[in-house]
């Protein structure tokens, strides 16, 4: 079974740090560019983050570059996403997603997605 599973979020004062995981099984990752995506209440889904199939390319959000750092370790399987500085209005459901080919910043374009975990930043 295809599964993505998310993990690490949580409530954090602003100027924290949350280290989000994504695991995968049922296939292998290195196989896949993820992407990581949020979504805010009454907003619509935006794209954070993505890293290649051999992890040897990323890239970044405006919003985040400098602050959020993605990584992929192929032998866990599992794609990290660590967040620093964080800031109220990093506060979103956030999704990691896998696509068969390069990153991409449209989120239809992605076969497999995780269930969420929420984000909340807030004093």
């Known amino acids: 079974q295809v599964q993505l599973v998310e993990s690490g979020g949580g409530l954090v004062q602003p100027g924290g740090s949350l280290r989000l995981s994504c695991a995968a099984s049922?296939?292998?990752?290195?196989?896949?560019?993820i992407g990581w995506f949020r979504q805010a209440p009454g907003k619509e889904r935006e794209g954070v983050s993505c890293?290649?199939?051999?992890?040897?390319?990323?890239n970044y959000a405006d919003s985040v570059k400098g602050r959020f750092t993605i990584s992929k370790d192929n032998a866990k399987n599992t794609v990290y996403l660590q967040m620093n500085s964080l800031k109220p209005e990093d506060t979103a459901v956030y999704y990691c997603a896998a696509r068969a080919f390069g990153c991409s910043d449209y989120a239809g374009s992605y076969t497999y997605w995780g269930q969420g975990t929420q984000v909340t930043v807030s004093s």
């Open positions: 049922g296939f292998t990752l290195s196989y896949y560019a």
């Open positions: 890293i290649s199939r051999t992890g040897g390319s990323t």
